[in-house]
């Protein structure tokens, strides 16, 4: 009798910890989230291309030369810097925006700068990398151009439910340069909900954007593992199964951010 007691008064000792997060839980942050996704950043362009993407080997360009269907087409960027549009074995596009490609086609096929376009089909030279709570995995994306935190994260559809969103870091390496990498703080509170654009970087090819962890999402590694799918369902934290994505299995992504 004496143990059946003690059983009885110990479930609520257990529960009641678990009701109070829970109900934190149910607070969530829907606002926050609706507005990471609604307020877009407005396109750079009308091409659908940054007129400051740089490009290198081995991107593809779509060009339209007007007249000129045989100098028309979608053209891989070749080892050499060149792309095989226009007369004379082609012209030399790495290096170069998009809008000097442009200028340089126009120039070399003899038409009016108005009658060539250039856009990037594929951006295949450079790339940004995510780790933590971005939606989906860690992995590698496309480097589009200059583009924001906000913008590239609303690209690649957000952070998890799980995030910590004035938590975010950017780091910038410098490999290339030589220089010493730099670390810049990203708040995403303070930039949507308080107007507050300050820590909104311009990323740079090869940035590594590190998504923080909130405290619910951490308490749950507290919790006994038969407990935690029903707390993690329970307060969104569950992350959707997803299939693997080419290049995220070659990244290192510290411990801590797991």
Same mark, same amino acid.
């Given at each position: 009798?004496?143990?059946?007691?003690?059983?009885?008064?110990?479930?609520?000792?257990?529960?009641?910890?678990?009701?109070?997060?829970?109900?934190?839980?149910?607070?969530?942050?829907?606002?926050?989230?609706?507005? !990471?996704?609604?307020?877009?950043?407005?396109?750079?362009?009308?091409?659908?291309?940054?007129?400051?993407?740089?490009?290198?080997?081995?991107?593809?360009?779509?060009?339209?030369?007007?007249?000129?269907?045989?100098?028309?087409?979608?053209?891989?960027?070749?080892?050499?810097?060149?792309?095989?549009?226009?007369?004379?074995?082609?012209?030399?596009?790495?290096?170069?925006?998009?809008?000097?490609?442009?200028?340089? !086609?126009?120039?070399?096929?003899?038409?009016?700068?108005?009658?060539?376009?250039?856009?990037?089909?594929?951006?295949?030279?450079?790339?940004?990398?995510?780790?933590?709570?971005?939606?989906?995995?860690?992995?590698?994306?496309?480097?589009?151009?200059?583009?924001?935190?906000?913008?590239?994260?609303?690209?690649?559809?957000?952070?998890?439910?799980?995030?910590?969103?004035?938590?975010?870091?950017?780091?910038?390496?410098?490999?290339?340069?030589?220089?010493?990498?730099?670390?810049?703080?990203?708040?995403?509170?303070?930039?949507?909900?308080?107007?507050?654009?300050?820590?909104?970087?311009?990323?740079?090819?090869?940035?590594?954007?590190?998504?923080?962890?909130?405290?619910?999402?951490?308490?749950?590694?507290?919790?006994?593992?038969? !407990?935690?799918?029903?707390?993690?369902?329970?307060?969104?934290?569950?992350?959707?199964?997803?299939?693997?994505?080419?290049?995220?299995?070659?990244?290192?992504?510290?411990?801590?951010?797991?």
């Amino acid at each position: 009798m004496g143990a059946a007691r003690g059983q009885a008064l110990a479930w609520p000792c257990v529960l009641a910890p678990l009701a109070a997060l829970l109900a934190g839980c149910s607070l969530g942050r829907p606002q926050f989230d609706r507005d !990471l996704m609604a307020r877009k950043a407005p396109a750079a362009s009308g091409t659908g291309t940054s007129p400051g993407y740089v490009v290198h080997f081995p991107d593809v360009l779509d060009v339209r030369i007007e007249g000129h269907a045989e100098w028309s087409g979608r053209f891989s960027v070749l080892i050499d810097g060149r792309v095989e549009a226009g007369p004379a074995g082609g012209v030399r596009v790495e290096g170069r925006t998009v809008p000097e490609i442009a200028q340089a !086609l126009a120039e070399q096929v003899g038409v009016v700068p108005e009658g060539v376009r250039v856009t990037v089909a594929g951006y295949n030279s450079q790339h940004l990398f995510l780790y933590g709570e971005v939606a989906g995995e860690a992995r590698a994306v496309p480097y589009e151009g200059p583009e924001t935190v906000l913008g590239m994260l609303q690209r690649v559809r957000g952070i998890t439910s799980g995030a910590a969103p004035e938590d975010i870091q950017v780091v910038r390496p410098h490999v290339a340069d030589g220089k010493h990498p730099e670390v810049f703080e990203v708040d995403l509170v303070a930039i949507l909900q308080k107007n507050k654009p300050q820590t909104n970087v311009h990323l740079q090819p090869f940035d590594q954007v590190y998504i923080g962890q909130s405290h619910r999402c951490s308490v749950a590694k507290c919790f006994p593992p038969w !407990l935690r799918p029903f707390y993690k369902d329970l307060c969104g934290l569950s992350r959707p199964k997803q299939a693997d994505t080419p290049g995220a299995s070659a990244l290192n992504v510290p411990k801590s951010l797991k």
